[in-house]
């Protein structure tokens, strides 16, 4: 008997209370959605000067005017601001917020210029007068050429409606609701019926989990976020594949085992191949995730992550689930 | 033996071909073209890695038609030749939705404001405007122009529009001129007056010049507009991001040293773990990047940042099945089995294996591709391709590799991760 079997119970307890908790943290704390899903504004400035994050805030509210706040004013990175408000409770339609949204973003960008680059704003105007005055003929790109490296970019900027957010959260719950409805029936189509059960509940867990620490994390979720978990539902599941691949072969050459003796030696010996590739995959998404920008790291880290619930849920859950039931079904039977 | 090693030399040729056609392609005197990745316009860049501007309109009518949409499509595309933004894309996005992705444009505000503008251009007889006179379906031609457009000789060099008008505008124009002069005509464009000229005398002429105070760009913006025609519908821009180009350069540069570090890293494993079939998935795993990149270089897909994140999850995917399978090799090879059935049995066993894990992500790739949207939908693309070509180039090129190593005769168990002479006399005994 393996590690795994005599502690069955401890492995699918583990997993029932930490399903619990995600069940209970997404009901009651829900997600920090970002601009990307709740709509608003995101801003993100390169300043190459020294600032101070609290003379940014300033600039911002007063950008926005009395009445409306920025709902966060973050530094990331060494030269970056990230920059976020919400619309104005009083615009009626899209137009009017997207309109809101550009002008007070243009604001905030004077400002930020006039404060952290004065030479550099006056410098841009000069140049665009001299422009006009040379007119035709001249190419107007070779003037800007000359025009040194400004201190405060504009890296980024997200504007998002409302009602796109809503739309957003819609078509990721179809599409993952869609994509467990199709690996059910690839599953069940593949294997017999309690393999498709056993391989969705695996899937149905590592994806609840994620959703879990999210939630219970307070980490912010955006558009990436749904390609992650969809990701994540088509892989995790690979490892529980493989292993319920080697149940089905076991079962045909099984004479005296029991259902728990096959469950057991076929998650062993699929166990070198479970970490092997779990290895090989995160060697490669996390590089992504070291190396890469911001919003690539965000899209990383839910894959990793998913990756590690997945290899736990196939390797220490799947077997003993399916041989639980099947052993359950089997005493029935003779009760019966 | 000799003729293994020939197949052998042959097909590492072959694939050292195909990972240089990927990266730098080929160019026989225009006969036989293949662009790689690194040519000019060999990749079609998203816009979060070349930096430019996408904007989202939605319709503002409850079920607009099939026609009433395409017909917005095929007037912003206008919109935007007229302009000369021959790169940007502009696509349907579900029912009601329009999305525009204009490459290098970091002014969004006036990119809205001139693609989304209804332009519906109508000539009346008072500021309200009532009784129309002629309307933007009358105008063949719109052009901007710069000069003195009154005859008025005194008047100042300002920038205008001068007009062509079909047969029917013609009449209608003359008609109306006619009747008003010494009266305003009022020049609207959706709704608002832009010119409001006083009739001198009545015009049968096929050309009329609009005046007022324009700057260049908004005469050359309101001329595009007048000449690719009115909207059906109001548009109200619901998503405007932009990226500079600065910024995509930077993730461009980090997802690709990401993508050739983790791939070494996992050459680095698969050869540490499973020695010399480690080498034939490393080699098969060179030819897998070979062909992604030219699938990549010539089907124009639409590479994102979430896209190439994507390709480098594949790299680690894609040796997932060759680990399937040569677990199973050592397996049967720890049962006492020669070389040659062990590889045998271990590929037919591990297929059905490989083939069912693979299918679940291919169907969570292809509802990504077909129903996301922007970079989750270039996601989704790039996982599919990356997916398909690497559990072919698993299946079938490391068993090719494979069966020319036993054909060499190379039988030395250690070179196929079997660490000791012990491993396999234990597991013949206890397996029994």
């Known amino acids: 008997m393996s590690f795994i079997l005599k502690n069955k119970w401890v492995f699918m307890g583990i997993s029932i209370v930490l399903m619990i908790v995600s069940v209970v943290s997404l009901l009651t704390r829900g997600f920090n959605l970002d601009t990307d899903f709740a709509g608003?504004?995101?801003?993100?400035?390169?300043?190459?000067?020294?600032?101070?994050?609290?003379?940014?805030?300033?600039?911002?509210?007063?950008?926005?005017?009395?009445?409306?706040?920025?709902?966060?004013?973050?530094?990331?990175?060494?030269?970056?601001?990230?920059?976020?408000?919400?619309?104005?409770?009083?615009?009626?339609?899209?137009?009017?917020?997207?309109?809101?949204?550009?002008?007070?973003?243009?604001?905030?960008?004077?400002?930020?210029?006039?404060?952290?680059?004065?030479n550099g704003a006056a410098a841009v105007e000069e140049d665009a007068a001299a422009v006009e005055e040379t007119a035709e003929g001249e190419n107007p790109e070779e003037n800007a050429?000359?025009?040194?490296?400004?201190?405060?970019?504009?890296?980024?900027?997200?504007?998002?409606?409302?009602?796109?957010?809503?739309?957003?959260?819609?078509?990721?719950?179809?599409?993952?609701?869609?994509?467990?409805?199709?690996?059910?029936?690839?599953?069940?189509?593949?294997?017999?019926?309690?393999?498709?059960?056993?391989?969705?509940?695996?899937?149905?867990?590592?994806?609840?989990?994620?959703?879990?620490?999210?939630?219970?994390?307070?980490?912010?979720?955006?558009?990436?976020?749904?390609?992650?978990?969809?990701?994540?539902?088509?892989?995790?599941?690979?490892?529980?594949?493989?292993?319920?691949?080697?149940?089905?072969?076991?079962?045909?050459?099984?004479?005296?085992?029991?259902?728990?003796?096959?469950?057991?030696?076929?998650?062993?010996?699929?166990?070198?191949?479970?970490?092997?590739?779990?290895?090989?995959?995160?060697?490669?998404?996390?590089?992504?995730?070291?190396?890469?920008?911001?919003?690539?790291?965000?899209f990383a880290l839910p894959i990793i992550i998913g990756i590690l619930i997945g290899f736990y849920s196939s390797v220490f859950v799947a077997g003993s689930l399916w041989a639980t039931w099947r052993d359950s079904a089997v005493k029935a039977k003779k009760k019966a | 033996m000799s003729r293994s090693i020939v197949k052998f030399a042959a097909i590492i040729l072959l694939i050292a071909v195909v990972v240089y056609v990927g990266i730098y392609g080929v160019d026989f005197s225009d006969r036989f073209k293949v662009p790689g990745i690194t040519d000019e316009g060999g990749i079609t860049q998203g816009l979060d890695l070349k930096g430019g501007t996408v904007i989202v309109f939605k319709a503002q009518a409850d079920n607009p038609s099939d026609e009433d949409m395409d017909t917005v499509v095929s007037t912003i595309r206008k919109r935007l030749d007229f302009q000369n933004y021959t790169e940007a894309v502009v696509t349907r996005q579900g029912v009601d939705k329009i999305r525009v992705e204009l490459p290098d444009v970091q002014d969004a505000e006036k990119a809205v404001e001139t693609l989304g503008a209804t332009a519906q251009l109508q000539f009346t007889e008072d500021p309200q405007g009532q009784n129309v006179v002629m309307t933007g379906d009358q105008v063949k031609d719109a052009v901007a122009e710069y000069g003195n457009a009154s005859s008025n000789s005194m008047a100042k060099n300002s920038f205008y529009i001068s007009l062509t008008l079909t047969d029917e505008g013609r009449s209608a124009f003359a008609a109306a001129t006619a009747r008003l002069v010494g009266q305003p005509i009022y020049i609207m464009m959706d709704g608002a007056v832009i010119s409001a000229p006083t009739v001198q005398q009545a015009i049968d002429s096929e050309s009329c010049v609009i005046t007022g105070e324009f700057t260049a760009d908004e005469a050359k913006s309101l001329a595009a507009n007048i000449k690719s025609g009115k909207i059906p519908f109001s548009l109200e821009q619901v998503e405007v991001r932009t990226v500079s180009a600065t910024l995509g350069d930077e993730a461009l540069g980090n997802a690709v040293k990401a993508g050739i570090i983790g791939l070494i890293l996992v050459m680095l494993f698969m050869l540490l773990l499973y020695r010399l079939m480690g080498l034939m998935a490393d080699i098969a795993l060179a030819a897998y990047m070979g062909v992604v990149l030219i699938i990549l270089a010539n089907c124009h897909v639409n590479l994102t940042l979430p896209g190439i994140a994507g390709i480098i999850l594949s790299i680690g995917m894609a040796v997932d099945a060759n680990v399937v399978i040569f677990e199973r090799i050592k397996e049967e090879l720890k049962l006492g089995k020669t070389v040659r059935s062990a590889v045998d049995a271990g590929f037919n066993r591990a297929l059905s294996a490989v083939i069912d894990s693979n299918i679940t992500t291919i169907i969570s790739a292809v509802i990504l591709w077909v129903l996301g949207t922007g970079t989750i939908k270039g996601f989704g693309i790039t996982l599919f391709i990356g997916i398909v070509v690497s559990m072919l180039s698993a299946i079938f090129v490391t068993k090719f590799l494979l069966k020319q190593m036993i054909g060499m005769n190379v039988k030395n168990l250690w070179l196929y991760g079997i660490s000791k002479k012990q491993d396999v006399a234990e597991m013949k005994g206890g397996k029994a």
């Open chain 1, 40 to 118: 608003g504004i995101a801003v993100t400035y390169e300043i190459k000067a020294d600032f101070d994050v609290a003379d940014v805030e300033n600039i911002v509210s007063n950008a926005l005017g009395a009445d409306q706040k920025a709902s966060s004013v973050q530094r990331s990175n060494d030269n970056e601001v990230v920059i976020k408000f919400g619309y104005d409770n009083s615009l009626e339609n899209d137009e009017a917020r997207s309109d809101f949204a550009l002008s007070k973003v243009s604001a905030i960008t004077t400002s930020l210029v006039e404060k952290y680059d004065p």
């Open chain 1, 145 to 298: 050429e000359e025009v040194k490296e400004a201190v405060v970019t504009l890296k980024n900027q997200d504007i998002i409606s409302p009602s796109t957010g809503q739309e957003l959260a819609r078509s990721a719950f179809w599409m993952s609701l869609l994509a467990c409805i199709a690996i059910l029936l690839y599953v069940t189509f593949r294997f017999e019926f309690v393999s498709g059960v056993v391989a969705v509940v695996c899937l149905v867990h590592d994806v609840l989990i994620l959703l879990g620490i999210y939630s219970v994390a307070g980490w912010s979720v955006d558009t990436n976020f749904i390609a992650a978990i969809l990701t994540v539902l088509g892989y995790s599941i690979n490892n529980t594949i493989v292993i319920m691949d080697r149940i089905r072969e076991n079962t045909r050459h099984a004479r005296k085992e029991s259902y728990a003796e096959i469950a057991d030696n076929s998650v062993n010996q699929t166990i070198g191949r479970s970490i092997n590739t779990t290895i090989t995959t995160l060697l490669t998404i996390g590089m992504v995730y070291i190396l890469g920008v911001t919003s690539i790291k965000a």
